[in-house]
Each structure stands twice: as structure tokens, then as C-alpha cells.
């Protein structure tokens, strides 16, 4: 990994937004890319721009945009779509079918830059009470949101429920903090394999933790919920983890597929998942659900601050990655400040 010298972006369209890069927060997501060179069939062409969870400055707008000005600060959703595929128009723009994302092989370019260009309806103002750091951590937060919007776990106060949340990194983080954000009286059980993970879980919200290299969590997780969960929340993509999952929920339970498997293909054990009626639900990233991470900020209900663990200027990016891809030194976030 390298820092190479570019010609600054254009403006090409009328909606388009010139933004002044500021944080840009390290992904799982990029780490693969980095690390094993794919994500399933996405793969990388050297050279390859990385970085899609950023926030920004407004540097200059074209003639017909009108939500934002230069000199704003804005969260940036990475994602950039047609508008006119069927998934667009049945309000699944995250499936779009002719997206662009930032810093996906042959699609968007990365945000480790400088500047970067993205339509208007990327760019989300941000309140006066919300930082730079904050609104880059808005990405992982909205996937967290996304993910609890998806389940069968309430948004409101009801009879209590229980959830498991396998991975104590960024995502299985905020996944906590869109529950504890809805309000509903919902255990939370949180495993990892790093001790220092689950000790920030447990700072940060989670009933429970248990490192699932050292011991038995299913068992453990059994004795104190013996009818079983109702959702598990898998984050970390790995085949054990998911085995986990289904052993752990109760019949008609939900098992909520986040993670990003470094391999092509997982597997349930099918028996167990069967006869327990089970329901598999696949998350893809996000959507529409950058403006009500920014709002959860804003209002004090989440406060994303102490993921971002680490910060690194741009010339130390390898180092970054490198940090985060051997989860040195505790990292749960590293960022990377821009400017």
C-alpha cells in the first residue's frame, strides 16, 4: 500500500458534489480487499483505491444542488445508484443492479484521497452537536441499524427478549447500539475470541460476554436462557460462528447474517435449523438508514466515539491496515485523518 500523487477531481454533472476529504474509517470489508484480495467475486486490479466510511467538507457543488453548500460538513453514504433498475424503484436502492460503490473493484473510487466527488443525495449534512470522527462512524452504525430494523426484535417496549451478537468488532458494536437505541427490553449476549473486545462490549452496553475460544458460550448462554434466543446477529462471517448461531436460538428463532465470510460458501446444519423453523436473514450493507445514524448521534442515544480507538494520518495508512487486519493493540476502529 502506497500514497500516490492524483489529478484533483471534476465536477462532471449538475448534482454532483466535490467534497474535501476529512476521516475515513478502516472496514472489515477493506481489510479483505487488502488482505486476501477479494470479497467473493469482486476482485482486485492492482491499483486499487480503498476506503468507503468517510465524512468530508463541501468543497464546491454543481448548479443544481440545493441540500448542500460549500463550507458544510457532511456524513457521506458510499453508495451510488441508478435510480431506475427495479431495485431502485421498489425501494431496495442497496441492491441496485447498476451501483457504484466506493472502493469496490470496477465500481466507485476510494475515499482515502484528498477529494472525492458523489452525488448530492450522498452527502448528509451534519448537525452542529455532530463531529467529522462521529459522521464517518455513521456508515457502520446505519449497517447496525439496518440489521436491527431487519430482525424480529421490537422497537418498542414489549415482553423482554433475548439476542445474541457474535463479533465484538464495528458492526457487531453497532448492532448493540441500535438495540439499546430502540428502547426494548432486549438481553443482549455478545462472544468474541479477544478478551479485550468483549471487555469493550461489555462497556458498551452487552448484559453478557464470553470469549468463545476459551470456553463453551453455548453452553453457557443455554444455562441462562434455557428456551433459547430469539435472534443471533452474526458479524464476524465465520462458518463456527454461524453453527453457533443456530445451536443457540430458540423454534422460530432468527439468525441474522451480517458478517463477510472470507470464503465462498457456508453451510447450516440443516436438521437443527429445520426442525427448529428457523429464519435466515441476509444483510446487505445498508439501507436508507444513514440519516437515522446521524440522528442517534446527534441526540446522545448512541455515542460512536470510543470505537474510533486509533487514528492515523495519511501517510501511516499501512499502518492502519495492517493494525487493524491483525487486531493489534486493541483496535476496534482505526481512522484515518485526511487532511
Known sequence: ME???APVPVIAGEHDVLLAVDTVGVCGSDVHYYNEGRIGSMVVEYPCMTGHECSGVVAQVGRGVTNVKPGDRVAIDPLIVCGRCDQCLSGRRHTCRNQHFLACPGQGPGALAEYLVMPDYCCYPLPAGVDLVQAALCEPLSVGVYAHRLSTLPAAAVAP?????????????????????AGAPVKVYMTDLLDERLAFA????????????TGDVIEQIARLQPHGLDVVFECSGEQDAIDAGVRMLKPGGQLVLIGIPKVDRVSLVIDLARRKELTVQNVRRQNE?????????ASGRVNVTPMATHHFPL??????????QNYRDGVIKAMVRVK
Open 202 to 213: 461489555g462497556r458498551f452496553g452487552a448484559d453478557w460476554t464470553g470469549n468463545a475460544r
Open 161 to 181: 427478549r433475548a439476542a445474541a451478537v457474535l463479533g465484538c468488532g464495528p458492526i457487531g458494536l453497532s448492532v448493540l447500539a441500535a438495540i439499546r437505541a
Open 315 to 324: 501517510d501511516r495508512v499501512k499502518e492502519a491496515f495492517d493494525l487493524v
Open 289 to 297: 438508514c444513514v440519516q437515522a445514524a446521524i440522528d442517534l448521534v
Open 3 to 5: 500514497v500516490r500523487e
